[in-house]
């Protein structure tokens, strides 16, 4: 882009901006004819995911080229986006079309990763970088299912940590299952979610296939024989809520379901585990109950949802 960019008298205005060495972000900018408004391109970002060439058919780390197809790690995720966003930007350099808005391109420098905080678009948005692209429509343009995506769900990362009590197998009434515990904390969780997060009207207009969902999908436990009551268990899950909620108001519910069994675990119980499995115990050794804690994992991902009456989408719709 540099023969085009205004220090060498063309009229793209190319910001690169770095908070972390190496690792820097693009805002490009083309006004010509500009009256108000801007259509902002954001998404495509420099990073790549790992790639493990045992798993690929062709070297990932090469660019290989067979028809009208590339091959190598990241030409879909997302380094041809890139690629075809900043041809955009040099045919529109090049053309000099007449535009009453503004039309800008961020390129990202990290979104496959957290691990390295600071560095990509959280950044920019703490800085004040976008804040003037917020009078017109933005398109992402990240890799996705090949056609215009109308919303995404939220998504928070948990672990439910259950704290149970050891003991023999052969004597369950002086232990506290955790594996229980954690079996029946979850049904009730999962039970009072979909209570306050029903399917949600609009997920049918906006063509949802699913409404919010709130599951487990991983389980670890103490280390121990098979003749143990284990002492505690963690489950891992996710929620994935459908835009038309809060997930920070979700949160707050799932950690008040979360308080409410820790006054009161006994309410769990319903006897179909049999007359020893009891999470709240007064016995000869003292009085042992399980207990509840949920971490979540890192800050949870806000949805959204486009509006279908908008410039922008009123012209995806008409253009595709």
Same mark, same amino acid.
């Given at each position: ?53 045992? %798993? ?102 948990? %672990? ?161």
């Amino acid at each position: 882009l540099k023969p085009y960019t205004k220090e060498d008298g063309g009229l793209l205005k190319v910001d690169h901006i770095t908070y972390v060495e190496g690792r820097g972000n693009l805002i490009i900018e083309y006004e010509n004819g500009y009256e108000k408004g801007t259509v902002t391109f954001i998404g495509s970002h420099l990073d790549v995911v790992p790639a493990n060439p045992e %798993t690929w058919e062709r070297d990932p780390f090469k660019l290989t080229i067979e028809g009208d197809k590339m091959y190598g790690r990241g030409t879909t995720d997302c380094l041809g986006h890139v690629a075809m966003v900043t041809e955009l930007f040099i045919q529109l350099a090049e053309k000099k079309p007449k535009l009453k808005r503004k039309v800008v391109a961020v390129f990202i420098a990290a979104e496959e990763s957290t691990k390295i905080p600071g560095v990509g678009i959280d950044m920019l948005l703490k800085n004040g970088k976008l804040d003037h692209l917020m009078d017109g429509p933005a398109y992402w343009v990240d890799s996705a299912d090949g056609h215009p995506c109308l919303g995404t769900a939220s998504a928070a990362m948990w %672990t439910l940590k259950c704290k149970g009590r050891l003991f023999h197998s052969g004597l369950p009434h002086k232990g506290v299952n955790s594996l229980e515990l954690a079996m029946d904390a979850v049904t009730h969780i999962q039970k009072k979610f979909y209570e306050d997060f029903p399917p949600h009207a609009s997920e049918s207009e906006y063509m949802f296939v699913t409404p919010s969902t709130m599951k487990p999908t991983l389980v670890k436990g103490a280390e121990g024989s098979v003749n143990q009551i284990p002492p505690w268990t963690e489950v891992q899950g996710d929620i994935r809520l459908t835009p038309f909620y809060d997930i920070t108001e979700c949160v707050k519910k799932v950690n008040g379901y979360v308080a409410e069994l820790n006054k009161d675990i006994s309410v769990l119980v319903s006897g179909s585990r049999g007359p020893c499995s009891k999470y709240d115990i007064n016995i000869e050794e003292g009085h042992f109950k399980g207990e509840l804690e949920m971490i979540w994992l890192g800050t949870p991902l806000k949805g959204i949802a486009c509006k279908l009456d908008s410039d922008g989408h009123t012209a995806l719709r008409e253009a595709t």
